[in-house]
Nanobody, 126 residues
Framework: QVQLVESGGGLVQAGGSLRLSCAASSSTRTFSTYTICWFRQAPGKEREFVAAITRYGGVTYYADSVKGRFTISRDNADNTVIMKMNSLSPEDTAVYYC?????????????????WGQGTQVTVSS
């Protein structure tokens, strides 16, 4: 079992930056075995993949819409995953969720993620 808590959301102007954090309450050894993914959901839209970092931090993945603007990283010693978001636009407005998966094969399907945080709101004004 692991509990995930997101933080760092807020209101920012277009072109601005935010830093989201996902903190996990699990042993350090266990946390490093999870793939951690950020999803987001805007009003009236389906939850969509944003970025992910695989177990042990080996590989990162990004949605095309955020590639080059967002950076995901993890600190397994601190049980934390960080997503730095630059050049934000109103289209990035959504609730952002972090999720953990124990599966060996990487997937962007939300149904394949076992644990979820409560979400943090990101609002980008034009």
């Amino acid at each position: 079992q692991v509990q995930l808590v997101e933080s760092g959301g807020g209101l920012v102007q277009a072109g601005g930056s935010l830093r989201l954090s996902c903190a996990a309450s699990s042993s350090t050894r266990t946390f490093s075995t999870y793939t951690i993914c950020w999803f987001r959901q805007a009003p009236g839209k389906e939850r969509e993949f944003v970025a992910a970092i695989t177990r042990y931090g080996g590989v990162t993945y990004y949605a095309d819409s955020v590639k080059g603007r967002f950076t995901i990283s993890r600190d397994n010693a601190d049980n934390t995953v960080i997503m730095k978001m630059n050049s934000l636009s109103p289209e990035d407005t959504a609730v952002y969720y972090c999720a953990a998966s124990t599966r060996v094969l990487f997937t962007i399907r939300p149904t394949e993620y076992d644990y979820w945080g409560q979400g943090t709101q990101v609002t980008v004004s034009s």
